[in-house]
């Protein structure tokens, strides 16, 4: 058996575990929405397949008038990447020129690659006490908001004052789309006026995307020239950026997913702080973060081998400890598959 996953959906690993194939896990460990992909996309892919052959424009100029258009913003602020986690590893170069970057933990992992690998200086600090973060003009900031893995949303005012001070900040928004318009806290239109922020989004998560990659950076067109001359010419493959184009003009996908996961996610949320030995926070994102009276590694596998559910533990968290899991919301049959097998474990180990 390989090492345990430090990211969700991970299924291979899963599937090695519980003995099964892939397809017959139900996986509520990686936070990505089960409404889609929307059909849209799938469309745009299979319209698209005779494209193969040719290589992508490196300007993604259809994909960039897209994403614009959906912030109301100039297309020459927009960078097209492979997922955000390409474009993780360019602020993390950045990130890199500062004395010391704040980094408000637990946070997602693939933060600490993309800043050790450029030699960054790390200064952790809490991600639930936000008095901490004063940060100095010689130092980054890499903020996720909301935060994965607490489901936190900061309101916007509150990181304000650092982006005043700040010779960086990177805002990581890769779940603010699961937050209808009025909701979001977004810091993209303030891109124009700090020409030290940086805003990363994903397509990914929203869109059911993980498979395809597909994110972007909104931030001075100085910047993102100077990042898309350290990468290859073509990070983003003709398929996804038809895909790009097409969902993010499906407004019908999108209504439908913010009819699905507020009620839903509440009724999960109530559900699990109703079993004796787990308790969840309400989260802004779409998944929520359960404290477990049972190891999370252990309640993981016991899920994996008697139910085939696949949870996120929170080992790789360091912060967390042991007695965390996340897990995303998903359909309401499928949530009730994962509630009546946690009250089926928590009734018979108190
Ligand atoms: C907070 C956060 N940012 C970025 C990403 C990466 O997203 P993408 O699939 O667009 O690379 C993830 C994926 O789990 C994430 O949790």
Redesign the pocket.
Same mark, same amino acid.
């Given at each position: 058996m390989t090492h345990p996953p430090i990211?969700?959906?991970n299924l291979t690993w899963a599937a090695a575990f519980a003995g099964c194939q892939p397809e017959e896990i139900l996986d509520f460990s &990686?936070?990505i929405n089960p409404l889609g992909p929307p059909q849209s996309a799938i469309e745009a892919i299979q319209g698209r397949l005779r494209e193969l052959r040719n290589y992508p424009d490196p300007k993604y100029g259809p994909l960039r008038d897209a994403i614009a258009k959906s912030h109301n913003i100039d297309p020459a602020w927009v960078l097209p990447g492979?997922? &955000? &986690?390409?474009l993780?590893t360019w602020a993390g170069l950045e990130l890199s020129q500062c004395d010391r970057v704040l980094l408000p933990l637990p946070a997602?992992g693939?933060y600490g690659r993309a800043l050790q690998t450029f030699g960054a200086t790390i200064r952790p600090v809490s991600a639930w006490n936000q008095r901490l973060w004063q940060v100095s003009s010689r130092e980054g900031l890499l903020v996720?908001n909301p935060h994965?893995p607490t489901g936190q949303l900061w309101p916007r005012w509150r990181l304000r004052a650092m982006l005043e001070t700040a010779q960086l900040v990177v805002a990581?928004e890769?779940?603010m789309d699961f937050l209808e318009p009025d909701s979001q806290e977004s810091l993209i239109d303030w891109v124009v006026d700090f020409p030290n922020l940086v805003v990363?989004r994903?397509?990914?998560?929203f869109y059911s995307l993980?498979g395809l990659?597909?994110?972007y950076a909104i931030s001075h067109p100085d910047r993102l020239r100077r990042w898309q001359s350290w990468r290859d010419s073509w990070p983003v493959n003709v398929l996804a950026a038809a895909a790009g184009v097409a969902v993010l003009a499906d407004q019908g996908f999108q209504q439908r997913t913010y009819q699905w996961l507020e009620p839903t996610k509440r009724k999960l949320w109530k559900a699990i702080n109703a079993i004796p030995g787990l308790s969840a926070d309400w989260g802004a994102a779409n998944f929520l973060l359960v404290r477990t009276g049972m190891p999370g590694d252990q309640l993981q596998r016991l899920l994996l081998r008697e139910q085939r559910i696949f949870v996120r533990d929170c080992l790789s968290f360091q912060e967390l400890g042991d007695r965390f899991i996340r897990i995303a919301v998903k359909r309401p049959q499928e949530n009730r598959r994962l509630v009546s097998a946690l009250e089926v474990i928590f009734n018979s180990n108190p």
């Amino acid at each position: 058996m390989t090492h345990p996953p430090i990211h969700g959906g991970n299924l291979t690993w899963a599937a090695a575990f519980a003995g099964c194939q892939p397809e017959e896990i139900l996986d509520f460990s &990686a936070n990505i929405n089960p409404l889609g992909p929307p059909q849209s996309a799938i469309e745009a892919i299979q319209g698209r397949l005779r494209e193969l052959r040719n290589y992508p424009d490196p300007k993604y100029g259809p994909l960039r008038d897209a994403i614009a258009k959906s912030h109301n913003i100039d297309p020459a602020w927009v960078l097209p990447g492979n997922g &955000a &986690a390409e474009l993780l590893t360019w602020a993390g170069l950045e990130l890199s020129q500062c004395d010391r970057v704040l980094l408000p933990l637990p946070a997602f992992g693939d933060y600490g690659r993309a800043l050790q690998t450029f030699g960054a200086t790390i200064r952790p600090v809490s991600a639930w006490n936000q008095r901490l973060w004063q940060v100095s003009s010689r130092e980054g900031l890499l903020v996720n908001n909301p935060h994965n893995p607490t489901g936190q949303l900061w309101p916007r005012w509150r990181l304000r004052a650092m982006l005043e001070t700040a010779q960086l900040v990177v805002a990581d928004e890769a779940f603010m789309d699961f937050l209808e318009p009025d909701s979001q806290e977004s810091l993209i239109d303030w891109v124009v006026d700090f020409p030290n922020l940086v805003v990363l989004r994903s397509l990914t998560k929203f869109y059911s995307l993980p498979g395809l990659r597909l994110g972007y950076a909104i931030s001075h067109p100085d910047r993102l020239r100077r990042w898309q001359s350290w990468r290859d010419s073509w990070p983003v493959n003709v398929l996804a950026a038809a895909a790009g184009v097409a969902v993010l003009a499906d407004q019908g996908f999108q209504q439908r997913t913010y009819q699905w996961l507020e009620p839903t996610k509440r009724k999960l949320w109530k559900a699990i702080n109703a079993i004796p030995g787990l308790s969840a926070d309400w989260g802004a994102a779409n998944f929520l973060l359960v404290r477990t009276g049972m190891p999370g590694d252990q309640l993981q596998r016991l899920l994996l081998r008697e139910q085939r559910i696949f949870v996120r533990d929170c080992l790789s968290f360091q912060e967390l400890g042991d007695r965390f899991i996340r897990i995303a919301v998903k359909r309401p049959q499928e949530n009730r598959r994962l509630v009546s097998a946690l009250e089926v474990i928590f009734n018979s180990n108190p």
